[in-house]
């Protein structure tokens, strides 16, 4: 069952404070939805999120009324007070995933595609898949990386443009891509073409866009893309593309 846990935000830029409205925003598809707490919220805060590098946030954490709850802390030098603290530089999605440790009841299956770890595993473990994400809008990126971090993919470089991935592309060797259709510097197939045949093709490739029809699925596929799929991407639809890999 969905749960709605409003979440108490002290300190942070203005930078970092839409990035982490963006992600309470994207949460709104998932059965954990976060929201910023205010004094006119209709429930109590569960949990407090601390900017380690604001005065504000020492205060906080030593305040008797935040006995019992969880505190999370960003930032050096976190007080015995606070339940974790993670050092900068961060990113989101270890935050989101921090708080979900939290709140997701452990008999909830997220059917994220994954299987089940062994008892007892002596193979020896690959080493984690590479992504690259490509796509000017910001939120969508956030949105493509916290995807990716839920399904245990971690690993992952960003692009706003064609221009700007295909310089990655050449420097690393990737497992798998995520291409925005819409590039401001060059047309998606071009881009879809040169990350499949370039010195370091990458051997799986889907696409995301707003508005899907039926001759650009066909096109995507014989253009070389394994998927073209919503922008952004419906979870459980991202999910399985990324069980084929």
């Given at each position: ?5 409003y ?8 930078e ?48 008797p ?42 008999s ?16 020896p ?43 990655l ?77």
């Open positions: 069952m969905a749960q709605r846990i979440i108490k935000v002290v300190g942070f830029s203005d970092e404070r839409h990035a982490l409205n963006t992600l309470f925003r994207l949460s709104e598809q998932c059965l954990i939805m976060y929201q910023l707490w205010s004094t006119t919220a209709r429930g109590p805060a569960g949990m407090v999120l601390l900017d380690g590098g604001s005065y504000e946030a020492r205060l906080e954490a030593e305040s009324m935040n006995r019992n709850l969880k505190m999370l802390w960003i930032g050096a030098d976190a007080p015995p007070q606070v339940w974790r603290s993670l050092a900068r530089p961060f990113a989101w999605p270890e935050v989101i995933e921090a708080m979900d440790a939290v709140f997701q009841p452990p909830v299956d997220l059917d994220l595609g994954l299987p089940a770890p062994a008892q007892e595993d002596r193979a473990k690959r080493p984690p898949k590479m992504a690259l994400i490509v796509s000017p809008s910001r939120d969508e990126r956030l949105y493509l990386r916290a995807r990716l971090a839920l399904a245990s993919l971690t690993q992952a470089d960003e692009a706003e443009s064609g221009n700007e991935a295909m310089e592309a050449r420097s690393k060797q990737y497992d798998f891509a995520l291409v925005d259709f819409q590039l401001p510097d060059m047309t998606a197939w071009n881009l879809l073409r040169q990350l499949r045949q370039g010195k370091k093709p990458i051997a799986h490739v889907a696409m995301t866009k707003a508005q899907r029809s039926l001759p650009e699925h066909v096109r995507a596929w014989f253009g070389g893309a394994e998927a073209l799929l919503d922008s952004p991407p419906h979870p459980q639809r991202l999910n399985a593309w990324l069980r084929r890999l």
